[in-house]
């Protein structure tokens, strides 16, 4: 059985100044779509050369607004896609949107283009904390953007932020419960994270914002795994959520560690091996178009050491666990080069982790701990291999 491959669309602009992406210069209405479309097209072509007798199992539109994207381009580059891979016959296409009511106002369009699901970036269910993310939106807008998505695509997603400053566990229990009451079949919730070099970090060398504490993170952790189980969406990786069958697909490829292929400025890729990087200014992606048909800046072999201990990292982040002698044998090695026995033991032990026939697997009672017990079972002769 010929293993999935997922399809990364980037798309670099913005209708107008955003503080949220790398090209926040670029305008919409003064981009040449025709040089765009074409540009595009010839960044898939090469990739589908590469990768023959492969169809399409999921297919995610990201970047800057892709839904300002014109409809027509979409449609044109789902038409590309297919004719160049074949779609598997349940593809997941998802357009990944901001809740803005000018991009839901695309909505009808984008479903008809055939885009069949939608991740919405709420971020918050209250208009401080959106001001304090630096969001544009308010929640009344978020509302109306994600009613608008319920009624035009299939399968409809939103992210939230959570372990902000001051936050208490009722104040997270009530704002996670209304955004369950939304009926979505999936969640993306995700812990605050103080970046170096970010707009948060200063505040808090400034000493103008604190932080939770981890203890204080963890009991947040812990409620939201036990809500959205309750739910019926229960965590299927570290920070998404699912009623089962409604899983990211794409989001699934790149963590079970099969192959996916970037078009577009900015563009990361996985496949056959090799890592690549498309050329993120678009004048610079254009100009590679141009001479070399492609838009890659880097592609670069991974070592196999490299490709078992990402599959391995990747792979215990979802609740569904790895099989350690298949991962073994797909990259050639034995399954104790992989994992450490000895803190494989351990944490099986102390109930850590725990191992179900051929599947090892992170528990609930682990799940806090992910990146501390991933940092020890990966043994040290393959980080330095």
């Known amino acids: 059985m010929t293993a999935p491959l997922a399809l990364y669309i980037h ?12 090209f926040n210069s670029h305008v919409r209405e003064r981009t040449d779509m025709a040089a765009w479309q074409s540009a595009l097209l010839a960044d898939m072509r090469h990739e589908a050369q ?8 999921s297919i995610f539109f990201g970047g800057g607004t892709p839904s300002l994207m014109p409809p027509a381009l979409v449609e044109a580059l789902l038409r590309e896609a297919e004719a160049l891979w074949g779609f598997a016959p349940d593809i997941e296409i998802t357009l990944e949107a901001n809740p803005s009511s000018v991009e839901a106002a695309n909505f009808a369009a984008l479903a008809a283009a055939g885009i069949n699901r939608v991740s919405l970036g709420l971020q918050a269910l209250d208009d401080n904390t959106l001001k304090f993310l630096g969001r544009r939106h308010d929640v009344n807008e978020s509302l109306a953007a994600l009613d608008l998505a319920q009624r035009h695509f299939g399968r409809v997603s939103f992210d939230l932020i959570y372990a902000r400053p001051d936050q208490s566990a009722a104040k997270w229990e009530a704002e996670l419960k209304r955004a369950l009451a939304f009926g979505t079949g999936h969640l993306s919730l995700y812990q605050l994270t103080i970046e170096p070099g970010t707009r948060f970090a200063t505040l808090v060398r400034e000493g103008k914002l604190t ?40 989001n699934l490829t790149y963590w ?19 890592a690549t990087v ?108």
């Open 256 to 274: 079970r560690y099969h192959d996916y292929v970037g078009v577009g400025p900015g563009a990361h890729g996985r496949r056959l091996g090799t």
């Open 211 to 250: 932080p939770l504490d981890d203890d204080q993170s963890a009991d947040l952790f812990t409620l939201t795994r036990e809500l959205t189980s309750d739910a019926g969406l229960p965590a299927y990786e570290t920070s998404n959520h699912a009623r089962p069958g409604e899983e990211s697909r794409h």
């Open 11 to 22: 798309w670099p602009f913005c209708l107008a100044k955003c503080p949220y992406c790398d």
């Open 278 to 385: 498309r050329h993120k200014k678009p004048e610079n992606f254009l100009r590679a178009i141009s001479e070399q048909a492609h838009g890659i800046a880097e592609e670069r072999p991974l070592p196999r050491a490299d490709q078992a201990m990402e599959a391995v990292l990747m792979g215990l982040r979802l609740t569904e666990g790895i099989e350690p002698e298949a991962l073994a044998a797909r990259f050639g090695y034995t399954s104790d080069k992989l994992i450490s026995p000895a803190k494989r033991d351990l944490y099986l032990t102390l109930g850590h982790l725990a191992q179900d026939g051929p599947l090892l697997r992170v528990t609930e009672q682990g799940a806090p701990l992910l990146e501390a017990l991933l940092a020890e079972l990966v043994p040290d002769s393959l980080v330095s291999a």
């Open 50 to 57: 590469l990768t023959p007798g492969r169809k399409l199992s």
